[in-house]
């Protein structure tokens, strides 16, 4: 044999699984793809108190063998041993929730009815205790007819437990494993019954409530406060994503500002260290900048998501979700967007319905992601006022909001004419488990934040960078002769005066023309491709004395201004985006009907935004 | 008093109550699974903890030991008997 016994976790959705796989690999942890199908594959090593390594794979979690969704066909297939590129697990470890025992011991049951190696990880026991319930465990292990082990994953106890117990169910599995099975019992109320009365048996002790969920809930999906708790929460959301990163921006400017002036006093002025200071350290520091604001509003949607909120929330947006068409569960991959869409296409794989699916994910860059807010955040600077509408409210925070409120409105007009026309169908309607509150780990938020951070700066050391040096250099040459302006005599420039052809009615400049073209491979690219063109105009007592948000206001009117808002709210401006729904849905129909509406949309949401403007006087 | 016909929609909140029946076809083959795959079945004790706050939103019900949000559809489909305890 070479290779290491391949162990499987299976369970039901919410039982702990990969709080229990993180717990016994550790680091050691590979993500891959099934073939064929957009499920992600997590295998990693482990070693048995022997030190024979074992390959543990983490199954998608799922409340039967009968699938309803991608996902838990997979964990099927694997189980049965008829997975492409999977092979049958030597040992299945099946991981259940001690405060739900009847519940989850169902599968249990079913997996243990296919005749396989098995031991159950009976798992959150801390929790059961708190909740003052009692096991009985070698009478749950007789009834079950495998070993069952304690274990709290999160906080790694029963781990050395669950290692003995594995190494012993190995031993004792045949040499050579059964052939894959072509069919199982799928009467899961048999299961069922069988399961409570296991349950019984196991359970010695029983009191009624989880009295701490209970009476969060109580306040949480409260029919009046509910609701304002939700609104309260994505509002101080945003608020803080620009008041509390104020000081980091400065720190990183700070930075940015002595780089460029230290390049400037040691280098002799030559090409490279133009290439240096405006393209390099300016470009990509404009960029950069915004990385606070990223992290504040994906530590907010971290939180919120570990703690079990989010699924509350999905609860409290169902109704008004139903009326065009969704379902609450859509509000979870959407909310995620307001990070970064790619994550929340991805979530889209939990939603059942085919065409409830498509429209979520037609609609998912409509939400204001992350890399919308350095746009955002130049433009508002330069144009809109620092003053208060109410103590507590600033004016600009307003206009955020109201930016991130008309990428709503358009994904829930889009949701309604999709829902009646592309993706016409029924719908899969709302039924989902609400799992208790949890305090979210500390660990976990700082993992987490940690990827994203690192996500962001590779892609401005890599992508964004390339893209800003490209479009300096395409900006810089050929040289334009005394007394013509060189961004408009540059190649960039005469490709941009092409485009201004088509964006001058919705009120863009040349220079915004210029802008838009690098921003098609990243959104923030856009404000990087200001400073850059800026900067080459700039005469050289100019040179660096004013921030970009400076020039800008001198230089826009108000209406043109907030058509390039405008813009940025619909425009689908993001390779990986588009990418990643191509993937999702294995061809370019999905991916080109999403660029075809949106930049319809973007082009006359910038129209009428800019025409208004002018006509108002602005 | 509740009707011999009553429905989970039908009860008052934070009222215990057993689940007397499923009328499965009025669901969907989707739903009647999912439904089945929270543990939903006969004799099974059910108690409805809130309801959304427009109308017409769903409902948080707990089965067993699970809490779980349904449409009231749904809801309407599980019948149910008073608690005697």
């Known amino acids: ?618 | 008093m509740l009707s011999p016909n009553a429905s989970l929609s039908h009860l008052a909140q934070r009222q215990h109550a057993r689940v007397a029946g499923v009328d499965w076809d009025a669901l969907q083959p989707a739903e009647a699974r999912r439904l089945r795959e929270f543990g939903v079945d006969e004799g099974v004790e059910i108690e409805l903890l809130h309801r959304a706050w427009l109308g017409g939103g769903p409902v948080a019900c707990r089965i067993g030991r699970m809490m779980v949000a349904l449409r009231p559809h749904v809801a309407a489909a599980i019948r149910v008997t008073l608690a005697v305890d």
Not at chain 1, 16 to 28: D, M, Q
Not at chain 1, 490 to 503: D, F, H, K, T, Y
């Open chain 1, 1 to 618: 044999m070479d290779h290491p016994p391949l162990v499987a976790l299976v369970g039901n959705p919410n039982a702990g699984k990969s709080a229990l796989f993180n717990a016994l690999t550790g680091a050691r942890q590979k993500v891959g793809n099934y073939p064929g199908v957009t499920v992600e594959r997590h295998s990693g090593r482990m070693a048995l108190p022997d030190g024979r390594p074992i390959e543990l794979v983490d199954l998608p979690g799922t409340y039967s063998l009968d699938p309803s969704s991608p996902d838990e066909a997979v964990t099927r297939d694997v189980v049965l041993g008829r997975q492409q590129g999977e092979r049958l697990p030597d040992v299945l470890v099946v991981v259940a929730d001690a405060t739900n025992l009847d519940n989850h011991l169902r599968f249990v049951l079913q997996l243990k009815a296919l005749d396989r190696p098995m031991l159950v990880a009976l798992n959150m026991v801390d929790m059961a205790e708190r909740d003052g319930l009692k096991f009985d465990l070698d009478a749950l292990s007789a009834e079950i007819g495998c070993p069952v082990v304690p274990t709290v994953a999160v906080r790694k106890r029963g781990l050395d437990a669950l290692r003995d117990a594995l190494a012993e169910v190995l031993a004792g599995a045949p040499a050579t494993l059964p052939p894959p099975l072509d069919s199982f019992d799928a009467d899961i109320r048999h299961f069922q019954r069988e399961a409570r009365r296991v349950a019984g048996v196991a359970i010695t002790e029983q009191p009624r409530a989880r009295a701490v969920t209970r009476s969060m809930d109580a306040i949480a999906l409260h029919p009046v406060f509910g609701p304002i708790i939700l609104l309260t929460l994505m509002f101080v959301m945003f608020q803080a994503v620009f008041s509390w990163s104020e000081a980091p921006i400065g720190w990183i400017e700070g930075l940015q500002g002595w780089l460029a002036e230290t390049a400037v006093a040691t280098l002799p002025e030559n090409f490279l260290r133009d290439l240096l200071v405006e393209g390099i350290i300016n470009g990509v520091g404009s960029v950069v900048v915004f990385l606070p604001q990223i992290l504040i509003l994906f530590l907010f949607i971290l939180v919120l998501e570990a703690s079990g909120y989010m699924v509350r929330a999905a609860f409290l947006m169902d109704r008004l979700m139903a009326s065009v068409g969704l379902s609450g569960r859509a509000f979870i991959p959407l909310l995620s967007s307001f990070a970064c869409a790619i994550p929340g296409i991805m979530a889209t794989r939990a939603i059942d319905d085919p065409k409830e699916r498509l429209t979520t994910i037609l609609i998912a860059p409509l939400m204001t992601c992350s890399a919308r807010l350095p746009v955002y955040a130049l433009i508002i600077g330069a144009f809109i006022p620092a003053r208060q509408v109410v103590p507590g409210v600033g004016l600009q925070g307003l206009v955020l909001f109201v930016l991130y409120l008309s990428g709503i409105v358009g994904a829930v007009l889009a949701a309604f004419v999709l829902r009646r026309t592309l993706a016409k169908g029924q719908g899969g309607g709302f039924m989902m488990e609400m799992p208790r509150y949890q305090m979210p780990s500390l660990r976990d938020v700082a993992l987490g934040l940690w990827h994203r951070a690192y996500v962001f700066l590779r892609r401005a050391g890599t992508t964004i960078m390339a893209v800003t040096v490209a479009l300096w250099l395409l900006a810089s040459y050929p040289v334009a002769p005394e007394g013509v302006k060189q961004s408009e005599y540059s190649a960039a420039g005469r490709i941009a005066s092409g485009l201004e052809v088509v964006l001058k009615p919705i009120g863009f400049n040349h220079e915004m023309s210029l802008a838009v073209i690098p921003a098609m491979a990243a959104r923030e690219v856009a404000v990087s491709a200001l400073q850059t063109v800026y900067a080459i105009d700039a005469t050289d007592e100019e040179q660096g004395a004013q921030e970009l948000g400076g020039r800008l206001s001198g230089r826009w009117s108000l209406p043109t201004a907030l058509a390039f808002l405008a813009w940025f709210v619909f425009a689908p401006q993001c390779l990986s985006t588009i990418a990643v729904v191509r993937r999702e849905t294995n061809g370019w129909r999905v991916p080109g009907l999403m660029l075809g509406y949106l930049f319809a949309l973007a082009y006359a949401a910038a129209g009428i935004t800019y025409w208004s403007a002018v006509a108002l006087g602005l």
